[in-house]
């Protein structure tokens, strides 16, 4: 069955920073991929994702994804957090394009002012 | 526009009794999924509904079942709870021909006493 691993379960970073968070998948065939964003006391947003075409989607908030087939792997990017970044991040993928999401088990971000 | 929402937000509840928790989607989607997020862990997949019928499920158990109404809301049964399913219940809404755009309600934190 699919799988997602997301490497790092809690990221600290000063403001300013350069955020990459990593996400993989467990094997090929056609995905459709994730990124949610869980704000403190809010639901899940979804932050960006990708369908096909261009493996660099950008999503909001100036976060950008990149696809790389051979790796299985949908990192999260962001040049340069500020302290509202501060939440919990989650790679999901798709791979029947029905709906049924599987999550990894999140990264949790907080930024230094 | 409404988002999705959840009802209750809290619930406790004993080993052994039955609960139902309800969804309403978000305006103009027709089909509701269900995931189980424990704590520190990503959501998992119970099962989507649309057109009043179960179209997926995840590796849970018959004690939870689910229904969809004809104005789309739906309810989550679970019976003879166990300490195990304490954990946050995500309802997300979708519409049919992009059901894995998903929109996330707040959840509803169930605790099995």
């Known amino acids: 069955a699919q799988s997602v691993s997301q490497h790092n379960h809690h990221v600290i970073l000063s403001e300013a920073a350069s955020l990459e968070l990593g996400c993989n998948y467990s094997?090929?065939?056609?995905?459709?991929l994730f990124w949610y964003v869980q704000y403190p006391g809010q639901h899940l947003q979804l932050l960006l994702k990708?369908?096909?075409?261009?493996?660099l989607v950008k999503g909001i908030k100036g976060f950008e994804a990149e696809f790389i087939k051979s790796k299985f792997s949908f990192n999260l990017r962001k040049p340069s957090v500020q302290w509202s970044d501060t939440a919990e991040y989650f790679c999901a993928v798709d791979d029947n394009q029905g709906g049924k999401l599987i999550f990894g088990q999140g990264t949790e971000l907080s930024v230094k002012p | 526009d409404a988002g999705v929402t959840q009802s209750p937000t809290h619930l406790i509840k004993t080993r052994g009794q039955q609960v139902t928790l309800r969804c309403s989607p978000k305006s103009g989607h027709d089909t509701v999924s269900w995931y189980q997020q424990a704590l520190g862990q990503g959501p998992q997949f119970i099962f989507q509904?649309?057109?009043?019928?179960?179209?997926q499920r995840g590796n849970f158990p018959d004690r939870f079942s689910g229904h969809q109404f004809p104005n789309y809301s739906s309810e989550l049964n679970v019976n003879a709870l166990l300490l195990g399913d304490s954990a946050l219940y995500l309802c997300?809404?979708?519409?049919?021909?992009?059901?894995?755009?998903?929109?996330f309600g707040a959840g509803t934190r169930l605790s099995v006493l």
């Open positions: 990708y369908f096909s075409g261009d493996p």
């Open positions: 997300a809404s979708s519409y049919k021909l992009a059901k894995n755009i998903q929109y």
């Open positions: 094997y090929g065939g056609t995905v459709n």
């Open positions: 509904y649309y057109e009043e019928e179960e179209r």
